[in-house]
């Protein structure tokens, strides 16, 4: 599938969320987080700009991208919005093809599939929790889809595995490789994370400046975030960084 090995496992993968307004996008989007990140309304539009989260699937990092539903619209923020989610598909290594799987497949459905032509697509049937009206077109009969509800939880396990497997059994590399890259790499980050607490511990109360030890606090904190595919919230620096009463 032409995904490059190195980048799978060094920086993860990109996974795009396209789909016309109200079919969940964003509400997919925050059931894969686990918390709401992203605003979900009834009105068409509300997502207008690109959201970007990492999270770990059972040791890949993917960065989900949430983006503007695609439509035909006279809204020029809108426009602005779909054109910078068409910029992006190009980019993507996965698209979520997201779609409303109690309203038949329309045109505005079809713009999307137009759109992500030629790349690697999974198509997802959402709001399973309704009775299910939408019919695959032929161009995606051949694909595998996932039916899932964002609301109720339902498919999203098995949305996760097909993500995952896309990439490691399906193109990249097969299971016991991954395993074995991804404990090389953790091993690395961790060493890095021990060379830095090393350097704050010598730097830490001595007369080095203040600043300087919390740099290598930093940049532990980010070495350690290589392992669990998260980052630490700034807010949460700024406070361990208080305490130095670094800048008074």
């Given amino acids: ?89 190009p980019l993507a290594d996965l698209i979520l093809f997201v779609m409303d799987a109690s309203r038949p497949f329309d045109t505005e459905d079809r713009l999307i599939l137009e759109a992500v032509r030629g790349r690697t697509v999974i198509p997802v049937r959402n709001k399973s929790d309704l009775p299910v009206v939408l019919e695959l077109p032929e161009e995606l009969a051949a694909v595998d889809c996932v039916t899932i509800s964002a609301r109720s939880g339902e498919g999203i396990d098995r949305l996760r595995e097909a993500i995952f497997s896309i990439f490691i059994r399906g193109g990249a590399l097969d299971g016991r490789e991954f395993t074995a890259l991804s404990q090389v790499r953790h091993r690395d980050a961790l060493e890095k994370a021990k060379g830095y607490l ?39 620096l700024d406070q361990i960084f208080a305490r130095f009463c670094i800048g008074k």
């Fill in 1 to 89: 599938k032409g995904f490059n090995e190195g980048k799978v496992i060094q920086e993860g993968v990109s996974v795009l969320i396209a789909g016309k307004p109200n079919v969940g996008k964003s509400s997919l989007l925050n059931t894969l987080l686990r918390e709401k990140r992203a605003i979900v309304t009834s009105v068409p539009g509300t997502t207008r700009d690109i959201i970007e989260e990492v999270i770990n699937i059972k040791g890949l990092p993917v960065t989900l991208l949430d983006t503007a539903g695609i439509r035909d619209t006279e809204d020029e923020i809108e426009q602005e919005g779909m054109r910078r989610t068409l910029e992006k598909i």
């Fill in 198 to 236: 090393a350097a704050f511990l010598r730097t830490y109360g001595d007369r080095h400046p203040l600043e300087l030890s919390a740099m290598e606090l930093r940049e532990a904190l980010h070495a350690l975030g290589e392992v669990t595919g998260e980052t630490t919230p700034d807010e949460i």
